[in-house]
């Protein structure tokens, strides 16, 4: 049976997502949906899929899946997209809203002027399970690992520029160390409050911005001693705020949140 199912595609600093409100339109076997629609020439074409559902914990719930059909714990840019969703399509008229991830309840804040959601805050947690890596034996660098609900590997180099993020990123995502892979950051520290960072993505590869990518550098830098708490961190894509708070430990990340298009898909159940 063909099925019609109504999207809408979002991104977040140019990390660019399927949105599905599936209270409206019920989406089976996702992690399949998020390969064939995510594939640029015979899809939608998108990092990956994320699915809008109800809670009972929070206001909504939150479902990520990279464009390979894994399922992430969490994702900062989607969450900020799903802030603008919701307020924006009516789903409520809130704007502080509890969502329900794999990674625990997020509060996101809407910053909303003339009714159009211009930034969203997540407050993304504390970070967890950090350490130092030392790859020195096979690369030069020696490595931050860093959990925001889901893996991060963070690198400071001196010239980004240099980096072969297309051969490096794979390789350090599959590195045996991490046997639910992780996601690769390579950054390089602008000034104490300013880093520029480049993200090759679990199941997605490179992709123009990440946000818990980008919590997981500031923090980083931080236990690093490379940069202050607050820092802007500057993607492919765009520019995130984000704060390691000293008093809650938590992170808030702040950033834009864009809406591209609607569409209707068609799809064999
Ligand atoms: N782009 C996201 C993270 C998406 C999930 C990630 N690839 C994973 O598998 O952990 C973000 O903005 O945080």
């Known amino acids: ?70 399922e992430a714990m969490m994702c900062g840019n989607a969450s900020r997209c799903i802030g603008k969703y919701l307020f924006e399509y009516g789903l409520t008229g809130r704007t502080v809203i509890t969502l329900d991830t794999l990674s625990g309840i997020k509060i996101l804040k809407l910053n909303v002027e003339n009714e159009t959601v211009t930034a969203v805050t997540v407050d993304m947690g504390e970070p967890s399970e950090t350490g130092i890596i030392d790859f020195s034996d096979t690369y030069s660098y020696v490595s931050t690992k860093v959990s925001m609900g889901n893996p991060h590997l963070v690198t400071f180099v001196e010239d980004i520029n240099g980096i072969n993020l297309q051969k490096i990123g794979p390789e350090l995502e599959n590195n045996p160390l991490f046997p639910d892979r992780t996601n690769v950051e390579f950054a390089q520290v602008l000034d104490d409050h300013k880093i520029r960072m480049r993200v090759w993505e679990r199941g997605s590869g490179i992709t123009q911005a990440c946000g818990t990518g980008a919590c997981a550098t500031a923090v980083a830098a931080v236990i690093r001693g490379k940069a202050g708490r607050k820092s802007a961190i500057i993607m492919d894509g765009g520019t995130l705020t984000i704060e390691w708070d000293e008093k809650t430990n938590h992170v808030f990340m702040t950033g834009p949140a864009t809406k591209v298009f609607d569409g209707t898909i068609e799809t064999e159940e």
């Open 1 to 70: 049976m063909i099925k019609r199912i109504q999207f809408t595609k979002m991104h977040g600093a140019g990390n660019d997502y399927i949105y599905v409100d599936t209270t409206r339109y019920p989406v089976t076997n996702p992690e399949k949906k998020a390969i064939e629609w995510s594939a640029y020439h015979t899809g939608i074409g998108s990092d990956g899929l994320v699915l809008i559902g109800t809670s009972d914990k929070a206001d909504f719930s939150m479902r990520i899946f990279n464009a390979d059909g894994s």
